[in-house]
């Protein structure tokens, strides 16, 4: 995933340490390869402020969908790297504070037969996938699928066999149900669907070392799972 750094750099030593009478009349230019963007006097300034920001993620179309390359961290918003795990979504629900069996089933979040687009957890102009469009992840007919080490973490490498782009899913585990804890991250990957199976399950994408799958029968809803939206 791209990003950019929005710094404003122009003799901060100046304008810091610089004395009032120094600072009284003295200009500040904002430059950007060597062109200035934006002045203003030294003694309008009360301080700086440097910030990261992420550019929008342009995603890989594997198979005619647009995945994109990392996973969601926290609500409405995307992790760093294709290798980072990312936050735990049970199903329906856009936050990550994690409900126990009990609390979940007597939530709004279990009253549903889908994932509901105000509770999508996906950043601006990205949605949770369907069980088709994970499917068509899965078509061995147009992608190959291997599990691969990405900077010292394993996954599931997804290879469009026409174009050759490809994305790589992080083993992330899943946040247990009944205990709340996080099991078998680096060996097991699953990822949901907006889609349900039945009124306690929900169809979601499953793979471990040399498989890839969708299961429709393991994951309860209440399971904490990954998050890997396609584009709208």
């Known amino acids: 995933m791209k990003t950019k750094i929005s710094i404003f750099i122009t003799a901060i030593a100046l304008l810091f340490g610089a004395t009032a009478a120094f600072a009284q009349g003295t200009q500040a230019y904002f430059k950007k390869d060597g062109v200035t963007v934006f002045q203003m006097p ?22 005619g969908v647009r995945w994109a390359t990392c996973n969601v961290g926290a609500p409405g918003t995307f992790v760093q790297n ?5 936050e735990y979504y049970q199903f329906n629900k856009g936050t990550t504070d994690f409900l126990l069996w009990n609390d ?4 709004v979040y279990a009253n549903s037969d889908s994932w509901l687009p105000a509770n999508d957890p996906s950043p601006v102009g990205w949605r949770m996938p369907t069980f088709d469009e994970i499917q068509k992840l899965l078509d061995t007919n ?21 174009t050759g782009n490809s994305i790589f899913l992080p083993a992330a585990g899943f946040h247990n149900y009944y205990d709340g804890a996080i099991h078998s991250a680096g060996n097991y990957g699953c990822y949901w669907s907006s889609t349900v199976y039945d009124a306690y399950f929900a169809y979601f994408l499953s793979f471990d070392y ?5 299961w429709n029968g393991s994951s309860s809803r209440v399971d904490g799972v990954s998050v890997r939206p396609v584009a709208e």
């Open 104 to 107: 979940y089933w007597n939530s």
């Open 142 to 162: 147009y992608v190959t699928y291997e599990w691969i080490d990405n900077n010292g973490l394993t996954g599931e490498k997804f290879t469009d066999k026409a």
């Open 210 to 214: 040399g498989y890839a799958g969708q």
């Open 82 to 86: 294709p290798e980072d795990y990312g």
């Open 42 to 63: 030294i003694s309008d300034i009360d301080s700086i402020v440097f910030k990261q920001t992420a550019i929008e993620e342009e995603g890989v179309v594997i198979n």
